[in-house]
Nanobody, 125 residues
Framework: QEQLVESGGGLVQAGGSLRVSCAAS????????LGWFRQAPGSEREFVAA????????YYADSVKGRFTISRDNAKKMVYLQMNSLKPEDTAVYYC??????????????????WGQGTQVTVSS
């Protein structure tokens, strides 16, 4: 069973930066597409960013494009989300997710096989 553990959330002022991380436990980490989703109170979960397992291509929601950067370190079995120019509307619980050898619509949560427990990011105005 894959285990994903997020860390790095916290409270930051608008305009600030934060990096959240996700650690995975399986040896075949390099074979997983990885994604970040978020869910604000009273809202549905939404796609934030994803990175492919095959060529490292990245994908972003329009709301975060140009501000957020997803990256992965296969040797450390880590995926990161660097968040810059944060806005109060970025406040949410951020989840990482993994999809084994997946290529397709990364924005759909049902395409992912494993999920972390989430880390809270709060952006104050």
């Amino acid at each position: 069973q894959e285990q994903l553990v997020e860390s790095g959330g916290g409270l930051v002022q608008a305009g600030g930066s934060l990096r959240v991380s996700c650690a995975a436990s399986r040896l075949t980490f390099s074979s997983y597409a990885l994604g970040w989703f978020r869910q604000a109170p009273g809202s549905e979960r939404e796609f934030v960013a994803a990175i492919s397992w095959s060529d490292g291509a990245t994908y972003y929601a329009d709301s975060v494009k140009g501000r957020f950067t997803i990256s992965r370190d296969n040797a450390k079995k880590m995926v990161y989300l660097q968040m810059n120019s944060l806005k109060p509307e970025d406040t949410a619980v951020y989840y990482c997710a993994a999809a084994y050898r997946f290529s397709g619509d990364y924005s759909l949560g049902h395409n992912y096989h494993y999920w972390g427990q989430g880390t809270q990011v709060t952006v104050s105005s």
